[in-house]
């Protein structure tokens, strides 16, 4: 069985982030890859030089055509760019509803670059979250959801896993998966939780600088994982040993001069 998922994200043209680096992944990992452009960025490995919005009309045309046809299994939510798209995503999932809703709620590149207005953060936590099945936000975006100043240690990142969990008391098995990347250490760890679990998921910080695209390639894979392992722990833990090694490989690729994407086709090319 062939699982079909969808992204409905950015474009970044280098190919480590945004819908590219979705598509590679949940290719790699076995799915058949469809994609609703969202948003477009003009951008390379050193930052983003421009950011184009989409007319959310065209993507509820994008969605509505796709889903009218092709059963999809598992979405995957990233760059959104502007408040209309975003409640446009959400309108249309939320009639489409599809099984697996991964959001991955992106607010800024890693070069700082904003991609997601001030607007569309109350219609993502009121209108999108609710929808979602597991968000993977980071530290700094679980601040803004929150309204909240950044965790800066594992027990407070264990508080904001539990309040953001609390967002998400609806009629869905729902999952938060707090990454915690952020702190200092060596050692990082992300929280699961699904308001009864609180799940610690350990990873090894890898020294490199290739890490353009990693928070899209971990909810691509986690997208792509549930619907085959249908238990979201098992899919996240998959994800992330996934990521590793893409990100522990990624020196084997040559793409630019600023932050490298990581190897997402690292088990298929040897
Ligand atoms: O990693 C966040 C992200 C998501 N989507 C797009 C991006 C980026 C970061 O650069 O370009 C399209």
Partial sequence: MIFNTLTIAGVDPSGGAGILADVKTMSALGTY?????????AQNTK???????VAPEFVRQQIDTLFDDVHIDSVKIGML????????????LAYWM???????????????DVLLDKPAIATLREALIPLSTVITPNLPEAGV?????????LKQMYRVAERLRKLMDHHRTVW???????LPGNDTVD???????????????????????TGCTLSAALCALIPGTGDVPQAARLA????????ARSGELNVGHGHGPVHHFHALWS
Wanted: net charge negative.
């Fill in 176 to 182: 938060v998966m707090l990454k915690g990347g952020h």
């Fill in 33 to 41: 890859a469809c994609a609703v452009v969202a948003a477009l960025t």
């Fill in 191 to 213: 929280l699961l939780t699904d308001g009864d679990r609180m799940i610690e998921l350990p990873g090894k910080r890898v020294d490199t600088a290739n890490t353009h695209g």
């Fill in 240 to 247: 992330k040993a996934y990521i590793e090694t893409a990100i």
């Fill in 81 to 92: 760019g502007q408040e209309p798209v975003t409640r446009m995503v959400a309108e249309r």
């Fill in 47 to 53: 930052g983003v030089s421009g950011v184009q919005p």
């Fill in 145 to 153: 959801l929150l309204g909240e100043r950044e965790a800066d240690s």
């Fill in 98 to 112: 599809p099984d697996h809703i991964v959001l991955d709620p992106v607010m800024v590149a890693k070069s700082g």
